[in-house]
């Protein structure tokens, strides 16, 4: 069994699972793929076999056993932390995985809030769209009659697509939040979003952001 169809088994076994749990391991199992195919390029391209431990693949089986899957009711913060403090080792030699992150925790933001909503109707569908230096995450939301904490939240948002540009080269110290920023907030206006709403999705795109830069003896600091 692979390390992907491993991760995705796990996922489907706990049926309790959150919907924001659920989010952070489908996301990690689609990592662990495309490191993967990364690591099967790299090998063929370099003689130096050595180049396996600087990809640990591997190492993302495990975090399914320390996200907490059995709460259901955790905070999304509480799973983001515990996530990050297992994460940490891994991020600290490896750009790939880095590049496929940073994107992800502003996705992670976006879901929560509507994971939050009230409607049972929702429905949230996500895509994850890879080539070979940019990565494009097509999200696309389906949501009808809810109720968020920012009332001014247009109340349809359809077929919201966000591009990311790939960071692969570029050293998590050195990432600007300020420049990340803007290009999110570029891609959403498009799409219809007003100011107070990118207001209320930067907030927790910051925390997330800023926690990621962390230090795992950090992360329960105030």
């Given at each position: 069994m692979t390390t992907v169809e491993n991760?995705?088994?796990?996922?489907?076994?706990?049926t309790e699972l959150g919907q924001a749990q659920k989010a952070?391991?489908?996301s990690l199992a689609l990592t662990a793929k495309r490191t993967e195919e990364l690591f099967k390029i790299?090998?063929?391209n370099k003689v130096d076999n050595d180049a396996n431990e600087k990809i640990p693949v591997k190492k993302l089986i495990q975090l399914e056993s320390t996200i907490g899957v059995h709460t259901k009711n955790t905070p999304f913060q509480k799973i983001l932390e515990t996530t990050q403090l297992q994460l940490h080792p891994i991020l600290e030699n490896a750009s790939c995985l880095v590049s496929k992150i940073i994107p992800r925790l502003f996705t992670y933001s976006i879901y929560i809030l509507f994971d939050e909503l009230e409607d049972i109707y929702k429905t949230i569908n996500r895509r994850y769209i890879f080539t070979d230096r940019t990565a494009i995450y097509k999200l696309e939301f389906n949501v009808c009659a809810y109720k968020v904490p920012c009332p001014s939240l247009l109340p349809s948002i359809s077929n919201v697509y966000c591009i990311v540009e790939s960071l692969s080269t570029v050293d998590i110290d050195r990432i600007d939040f300020p420049s990340l920023a803007y290009f999110y907030q570029r891609q959403l206006t498009a799409h219809g979003i007003d100011e107070k709403a990118l207001n209320y999705l930067f907030h927790e795109?910051?925390?997330?952001?800023?926690m990621l830069k962390r230090p795992p003896h950090n992360l329960y600091s105030k």
């Open positions: 991760i995705v088994q796990n996922i489907t076994i706990e952070i391991l489908e790299e090998l063929m795109f910051k925390n997330t952001y800023y």
